[in-house]
């Protein structure tokens, strides 16, 4: 007899019957979790904050991070700080990306306005780097037909460094010039008349109060030439130094200084400029030279930066208080010798060329005056342009 089976013994059955009609429910379940677990990883890496520089404001990213596989959007704070007040935009860099720690400089390309004074620039530049610890190397000029390049290397630490291409566009028929200017003219009428048979154009720097000063400046005029007023300034190591009557010391006040400047220039007929002479400690005071500066500025003077002092910034002032200016590039007779003033000149005519401009200061020697009648014709003959000292400011 067949034994019937009972309720409860069918309905285990049945589900027996259920499990394995159903093999793959829990694959499903579990490829279902593990998606679930996906998608919350990448919800959770699309909003994750991108990683933010954690670097004080001003300070220097680590050299560390600079790889091949990290890019360079923008130069260091202080270099772009310095670069952004002559006027140069982050849309003018072209940055390389990096290189390895130490291999090399990164390459920068920066564009500069054709009025840029390149000059200036790694004048700026080098007073940064001074004052910030940075080391600039292999400073070049590059001139082609139609663009004047200025580069240098730029060391912020042993292992950051940038090779920076400053180019400017100029105009393919400018000729390089060279402004001449004869410091100390006032005081031997016999070496001036000696310098008046030069038939090149020259400026005359005049200091007041000598004995042929407005005479000096009459015979210059007549002549064609450009008058400036040699300013006495205080050098460094004044009193030892005398820079001479009148000049201009650091301790004066605006009225005082005023009060000197206007005496000399109208007792100087035809004065058309400025520049200094020693003034070691006064060009390097920014508020002694402003002051001085404020009154080129109201007699609507140009000046020229002797440079009689590597620190001087009184170019950079004069600029920053927009006053035509420039610098000296090269001081001609450093020793009172005719072959040393005619290398000097010789090599002034190079600089020009490569820069676009040459400011030489030399003095009334004689041997300065012999140098100039030999070399001048000889830079000519090379195209360089000579020109007055009001032709190079700006």
């Known amino acids: 007899m067949v034994k019937k089976p009972t309720r409860s013994s069918r309905k285990v059955s049945q589900r ?19 998606g679930l677990l996906g998608v919350g990883v990448f919800l959770l890496h699309s909003f994750k904050p991108a990683n933010k520089d954690t670097a004080v404001e001003g300070t220097l990213p680590s050299s560390a991070a600079l ?14 700080e310095e670069l952004s007040l002559v006027g140069i935009r982050e849309n003018d860099i072209e ?19 054709e009025k840029a004074d390149l000059n200036l620039l790694y004048q700026r530049l080098k007073r940064r780097a001074d004052m910030e610890g940075w080391e600039l190397r292999g400073k070049t000029f590059h001139r082609e037909e139609k663009s004047l390049t200025l580069s240098l290397e730029a060391w912020l630490n042993s292992g950051l460094g940038y090779h920076l291409h400053f180019r400017k566009p100029i105009s393919k028929a400018a000729p ?27 400026t005359l720097s ?4 000598l004995p042929y000063s407005a005479e000096a400046a009459r015979l210059g005029h007549r002549k064609g030439w450009d008058i400036m007023l040699h300013l006495p300034m205080e050098p460094d190591d004044y009193p030892y130094t005398n820079p001479g009557q009148g000049a201009i010391l650091s301790s004066m006040s ?11 220039v109208y007792s100087i007929p035809y004065v058309k400029g400025m520049n200094n002479h020693m003034g070691s400690r006064i060009t390097r005071d920014r508020e002694a030279i402003s002051r001085v500066l404020a009154c080129v500025r109201k007699h609507r003077l140009f000046f020229i930066d002797s440079r009689t002092s590597e620190d001087s910034i009184a170019y950079e002032v004069a600029h920053n208080m927009n006053i035509p200016a420039a610098a000296r590039t090269i001081f001609i007779d ?14 002034s005519g190079e600089l020009a060329q490569l820069n676009g401009y040459a400011v030489c200061i030399g003095h009334i020697y004689p041997s300065t005056i012999e140098a100039l009648k030999i070399t001048l014709p000889i830079l000519q003959k090379k195209g360089v342009k ?3 000292a009001s032709e190079v400011v700006q």
């Not at 790889?67 to 772009?80: A, K, N, R």
């Not at 940055?95 to 306005?113: R, Y």
């Not at 005049?206 to 109060?209: E, G, L, M, R, T």
């Not at 605006?254 to 000399?264: H, R």
């Open 176 to 202: 390089a010039r060279v402004a001449i200017i004869i410091d100390d003219i006032g005081s031997s009428i016999t070496l001036l008349q000696s310098l008046l048979t030069v038939e090149q154009p020259l």
């Open 16 to 34: 027996k019957v259920l499990k394995r009609k159903n093999p793959f429910n829990n694959w499903v379940l579990l490829v279902y979790l593990i």
């Open 95 to 113: 940055l390389s990306s990096g290189t390895e720690e130490g291999e090399a400089p990164i390459p920068c390309n920066i564009a500069v306005d």
């Open 386 to 388: 000579l020109v007055f």
């Open 206 to 209: 005049i200091i007041p109060n």
């Open 334 to 347: 450093e020793v009172a010798d005719l072959n040393h003033s005619k290398q000097q000149l010789l090599k």
């Open 254 to 264: 605006q009225s005082e200084v005023e009060q000197i400047i206007e005496d000399d």
């Open 67 to 80: 790889t091949e596989d990290t890019p360079h959007s923008s130069l260091p704070s202080p270099l772009q």
